[in-house]
């Protein structure tokens, strides 16, 4: 099939799987097309090699064809006040600058993937329904912005992408290319949070909304899964019914003091920061309505880590990537990584 005819069927058929009628007029940053000219650089998954076609490696199955799982390539968004979500409905939230979007993960439980350009950043948001791992990340590589579709594979029971300039095989919890001729690559996790909607839109209240039918709920509940945190080849799981009880877990993975922190305003809104500040790690908890530290008793922003009150203003926490998983997809695929008690 020529590249042309491909694009031409693949709109056709996004078109149809996300209920669009009229395409969604301009509206400024209120709504818009973000990745529509991606589509004319996609490939027929038939064009493109598969490492997986003549043996596909132990620990894996190929269960679909490459995007019969299809990526959403061409997303559009909407204004909070025109989403129809409800309230406790899971979303991966993103914020890049001033860009800040919300992405369904019960639509994702029948897309998992989304191709997307954030305050200017190429990136790949991903929701797994088999093991719960919300994670995005930037979809570039030594300058090369990726396109990514599903493989339609599981790794040890995780999904798998492929990427369309080389045909490599990725795994997504991992973020590492495991065949084709990219393997040993890895792509950078970028920082999200998976989380109720009304939570993400209290804290981000002009967030946009990605433009989709929600489908079935997601099959995990926010308190089912785990908040991962990976530094320097160590992982750590903090179990989510913990992380909102305790309000702040302050903890050290891979020699870097972090603190997992559920905002005291906004119920299951987390993050996780680095402790590290001024050459000395500080000790966070919540006190209240605010997230202080022990030793200056500043507050600091649950949501951007900026120290608002204190000896500490004008500093700011740095934000740790990190991202969700059950628990028992955490200890098979990090079998060498520590579940907080």
């Known amino acids: 099939m020529s590249g042309s005819r491909f694009v031409r069927r693949l709109k056709k058929r996004t078109a149809r799987l996300l209920g669009r009628g009229a395409p969604v007029r301009d509206r400024g940053n209120q709504a818009r097309p973000t990745s529509s000219a991606l589509l004319g650089a996609l490939t027929d998954p038939a064009a493109v090699p598969d490492p997986f076609a003549d043996a596909v490696p132990e ?10 799982i299809l990526p959403v390539y ?7 006040r025109e989403v129809t979500w409800d309230r406790k409905s899971l979303v991966i939230g993103l914020a890049i600058g001033t860009d800040v979007r919300a992405y369904p993960a019960a639509f994702l439980s029948h897309r998992e993937l989304v191709l997307d350009r954030v305050g200017g950043v190429p990136v790949v948001v991903s929701w797994c329904p088999q093991c719960g791992t919300a994670m995005t990340y930037r979809r570039e590589l030594d300058g ?15 999904m798998t992408w492929w990427d369309h300039d080389t045909g490599s095989v990725w795994s ?16 950078t996790l970028v920082p999200s949070t998976l989380t109720t909607w009304q939570a993400w839109r209290k804290r981000h209240p002009k967030t946009l909304g990605l433009r989709a039918h929600m489908g079935t709920k997601p ?19 903090y179990p989510m019914a913990r992380v909102l009880t ?36 500080v000790t966070l908890r919540v006190d209240g309505d605010r997230v202080i530290d022990v030793e200056t008793r500043s507050s600091w922003d649950p949501v951007t880590g900026d120290a608002v009150s204190g000896p500490e203003v004008g500093n700011t926490l740095t ?16 079998p060498d990584g520590v579940v907080h008690d």
Do not use: Y
Request: some cysteine; glycine content about 12%.
């Open 59 to 68: 620990g894996c199955i190929q269960k679909l064809a490459r995007d019969e």
């Open 74 to 80: 061409d997303p559009e968004f909407i204004p909070a």
């Open 144 to 158: 090369v912005e990726l396109i990514f579709g599903n493989q339609g594979a599981m790794c040890d029971g995780a």
């Open 172 to 187: 997504q919890p991992l973020g590492v290319a495991i065949a084709g001729a990219r393997t040993g690559a890895s792509l």
């Open 219 to 237: 099959r995990h509940r926010l308190r089912d899964l785990a908040v991962v945190v990976r530094v320097l080849g160590s992982a750590t799981a």
């Open 246 to 281: 305790d309000g702040v877990i302050n903890d050290t993975v891979g020699g870097l003091p972090i603190g997992v922190v559920s905002d005291p305003g906004a119920h299951d809104h987390w993050k996780v920061f680095s402790r590290q500040l001024n050459g000395h790690a």
């Open 319 to 334: 934000e740790i990537a990190a991202f969700t998983a059950l628990p028992e997809d955490f200890a098979r695929l990090w």
